[in-house]
């Protein structure tokens, strides 16, 4: 299906779906969410899906929201009801997949832009990315979810700096910082981004799932609450087949050929 501000690809195991309003930096506007609810609608009707990589058309990532986003009567979009009906509803889709996601960051990461990066399960990017919190240059705070991730990936006084300072760190310190996972040479962003989601499609992508569920509660739970929920997930696990397939794959002393299922 062909989508007027992203494009959505299938190759295999593997969706892409890249931001593709390069003109504006990709910033976001009601017909992109719009399409990324479509395009994640598609992907989730193809069970041969086992990976999706995030990320942008151009000089860009994303730049967060379109200011200058208008609906079809003139009106500027209320950001407000946006963000309730967008933004968190797009961060909950993606983080509610029941497979991974592989963030490949091209070029600026703004506000909700870098946000909506920060929602993969790895992040990486090229060496001329940037991020930056720009909600503070405009009067506002964080949203996209980012005071939920900026605090736990690289700490308060990091994330406290960065949303209220509004600075821009480059892919190299965002790396050293923890922010991401990994910065890498700019002509080897999209081989690098294809590599990893080629191994997490290749791995039991339901135990994928359950590590993300575990991390998210983890800053949450006491050690006790945390170890009954690694046992409650564990259990799940054990259910599947791929469980069943990785230890006899063991025992035969050959390669494991995980289904996802």
Not at 42 to 56: A, K, Q, S
Not at 217 to 234: A, I, T
Request: charged fraction near 25%.
């Amino acid at each position: 299906m062909a989508y007027e501000t992203i494009r959505y690809e299938a190759e295999g195991r593997i969706a892409t779906i890249t931001l593709n309003r390069p003109q504006v930096l990709n910033a976001v506007n009601a017909q992109m969410h719009e399409d990324l609810r479509g395009a994640l609608k598609e992907m989730g009707g193809n069970p041969d899906i086992r990976c999706l990589i995030l990320t942008g058309e151009g000089r860009a990532f994303c730049a967060g929201q379109d200011l200058a986003d208008r609906r079809a009567d003139g009106k500027r979009v209320d950001f407000v009801e946006s963000i309730d009906k967008n933004y968190n509803r797009l961060i909950r889709s993606l983080r509610g997949l029941d497979i991974p996601i592989v963030s490949a960051v091209n070029g600026i990461a703004a506000g909700a832009g870098a946000n909506l990066a920060l929602a993969g399960d790895i992040v990486i990017a090229a060496r001329s990315a940037e991020f930056i919190q720009a909600f503070i240059r405009i009067g506002l705070m964080p949203d996209c979810g980012g005071t939920y991730y900026l605090p736990r990936l690289i700490g308060r006084a990091r994330a406290a700096a960065l949303a209220m300072l509004g600075d821009k760190i480059p892919a190299s310190q965002a790396e050293a910082w923890g922010l991401i996972w990994k910065c890498v040479d700019d002509d080897k962003l999209k081989d690098e981004a294809t590599a990893i989601a080629k191994r997490l499609a290749d791995a039991p992508t339901k135990a994928l799932a359950l590590m993300r569920r575990a991390f998210e509660q983890s800053f949450d739970n006491s050690l006790d609450q945390q170890l009954d929920l690694e046992r409650d997930l564990q259990l799940v696990a054990l259910r599947t087949a791929d469980f069943a397939e990785g230890v006899q794959a063991f025992l035969e002393k050959r390669p494991a050929q995980f289904k996802g299922r």
